[in-house]
């Protein structure tokens, strides 16, 4: 069964750059489309923020463009995102999640998330 683990994340001030990591781990699969995804605090809800196909076709949250990129590296099972001119407002956990390929069939999987704060 793969494990999905974000890195990356961190305290950075308002208009600084992070860059998150999700490694997908393990063996006996292949992995399909790759989403970010976060939830901020008090919402109850996650926010689609980025997804990137197994071909690298891209998509955003409107309100994200330009300031955040996503891209994946193949042989390595890994997706980034690319963060920059972060505002307080960007201040959420951040999860990966992967369209994960079995023999024995699909399903979707979720990494635990990764902290990012923004102060001001």
């Known amino acids: 069964q793969a494990k999905l683990v974000e890195s990356g994340g961190g305290l950075v001030q308002a208009g600084g750059s992070l860059r998150l990591s999700c490694v997908a781990s393990?063996?006996?699969?292949?992995?399909?489309?790759m989403e970010w995804y976060r939830q901020s605090p008090g919402k109850q809800q996650r926010e689609l923020v980025a997804?990137?196909?197994?071909?690298?076709?891209?998509a955003y949250a409107d309100s994200l463009k330009g300031r955040f990129t996503i891209s994946r590296d193949n042989a390595k099972n890994t997706m980034y995102l690319q963060m920059s001119s972060l505002k307080v407002d960007d201040t959420a956990v951040y999860y990966c999640?992967?369209?994960?390929?079995?023999?024995?069939?699909?399903?979707?999987?979720w990494g635990l998330g990764t902290q990012v704060t923004v102060s001001s």
């Open positions: 999640r992967a369209r994960l390929r079995y023999s024995s069939g699909t399903n979707y999987s």
């Open positions: 997804t990137i196909t197994s071909d690298g076709s891209t």
């Open positions: 393990g063996s006996g699969f292949s992995v399909g489309n």
